[in-house]
């Protein structure tokens, strides 16, 4: 028999209880013994509810506990998690967590902490939620080189965009509709503006290079400029619009970039739809795997929390993957990166498709029967080039980079 405490019992904290309850008969067969929550830390107290019983308002009830072998975060946030962590670490017990936050920035000292006290910190719910992305970087694809890791991590703008793209609605439209059904925060600035995609993408980053990549020099852009008039024009051309999160790997720097992109329909992430989350790893040899599935939600975020906290029971007499270095990863500017533009622009007759088409040194035009406005597909070039010919083309509307 083997106790466990949960701190923070919110959507993912709840839904990791549930699932301990009720898949215990089947954890049992397969890690050889039961798995009891203890103790519950939370501020609130829930009278009505038999886990009032677990309820503690003193984390020193769980780190002073030596029956308690492993500890779940799922309170969001850095502090108090980071410390709450820290001092469960330094008591030797296992922290599993799905705090993305946290991890981006404290990873180092908290795989620190674990390596000192021979014990596990394991965050696979931190990125994709249900989906295996971590343990498959530290375990299956240990062997390969990466080149590559391309994804749709935030299923809040995978839906809002999915809509707009179903039902051609507005943004604003899209964005209510993914309120009313609990997709998305009354504040859903860290979703929409790409930070939450930015963060999974600077955690998947730091696996692969093994160096600290800080979320704070991602180049981020996020989805509150999308219009009915964008995803016209991606129909047009059968291209999908998503938050694509991309990092690249070259002669020891990392590219990295969160920003919306028309999606090809041969990509992999092209049918990733709704609430889905979709990850692409390129390795030298394998070539490229995708990883999909359910990226939110109380249970599928569970099932990985669930999963870290089996596997730190296995392997409770060691310290199964020691994480990367706090020395800062080489972040080069995206400027010289290369890709293929959408761009909107301004424009009546055929003396306009020509200039546009001159200045961008060819391409192809996009009718998408908007009065007064064409599109343009450019060749690829780097985006310092395009800044510069953008500038030139009289209408410049917008553009949008394709995937």
């Not at 450019?378 to 083309?393: A, D, I, Q, R, Y």
Request: net charge negative; aromatic share 8%; glycine share 10%.
């Amino acid at each position: 028999m083997k106790y466990i405490a949960i701190m923070g019992l919110g959507t993912i904290g709840r839904g990791v209880y549930d699932l301990l309850k009720e898949n215990r008969r089947e954890i049992a067969e397969r890690l050889g013994e039961e798995i009891f929550v203890k103790r519950i830390l939370d501020l609130r107290d829930f009278p009505e509810e038999e886990i009032q019983r677990l309820v503690t308002h003193d984390v020193a009830d769980i780190i002073e506990d030596p029956e308690i072998s492993v500890v779940v975060e799922t309170m969001g946030g850095v502090e108090p998690a980071f410390s709450f962590e820290i001092k469960a670490l330094n008591a030797g017990k296992h922290v599993c967590t799905s705090n993305k936050e946290l991890v981006e920035n404290k990873g180092p000292e908290l795989f620190a902490a674990a390596r000192e006290n021979k014990v596990n910190f394991f965050f696979e719910a931190s990125v994709g939620g249900g989906i295996p992305i971590i343990r498959a970087l530290t375990g299956s694809l240990t062997a390969e080189r990466v080149g590559r890791v391309s994804g749709i991590l935030n299923g809040t703008t995978n839906y809002i965009l999915s809509s707009m793209t179903n039902e051609g609605g507005t943004y604003e439209e899209a964005l209510n509709k993914a309120m009313q059904l609990g997709y998305a925060e009354r504040n859903p600035a860290a979703d929409v503006e790409g930070f939450d995609a930015g963060r999974k993408l600077a955690i998947l980053a730091s696996i692969i290079t093994g160096r600290r990549v800080c979320f704070g020099e991602i180049s981020t852009e996020g989805i509150t400029g999308i219009t009915r008039e964008d995803i016209r024009y991606s129909k047009e051309l059968g291209y999908s619009i998503k938050l694509i999160a991309e990092a690249s790997f070259e002669d020891g720097a990392v590219t990295a970039l969160v920003a919306p992109r028309m999606v090809r329909p041969e990509s992999a992430l092209h049918p990733i739809n709704g609430v889905q989350n979709g990850i692409v790893v390129c390795g030298n040899m394998v070539g490229k795997v995708l990883f999909s599935g359910e990226g939110a939600g109380a249970y599928a975020t569970a099932s990985a929390v669930s999963a870290d906290v089996i596997e730190a029971l296995r392997r409770c007499t060691e310290t199964v993957y020691s994480g990367w270095s706090s020395e800062k990863a080489d972040i080069r500017d995206v400027s010289g990166s290369r890709y293929r533009y959408f761009v909107r622009a301004v424009g009546y007759n055929q003396e306009d498709y020509d200039n546009a088409l001159s200045i961008f040194g060819g391409g192809s035009i996009i009718n998408a029967h908007i009065q007064a406005e064409f599109g343009l597909v450019t060749p690829e070039m780097t985006e310092e080039e395009f800044h510069k010919k953008s500038g030139e083309l009289i209408g410049f509307i917008k553009s949008i980079r394709i995937k």
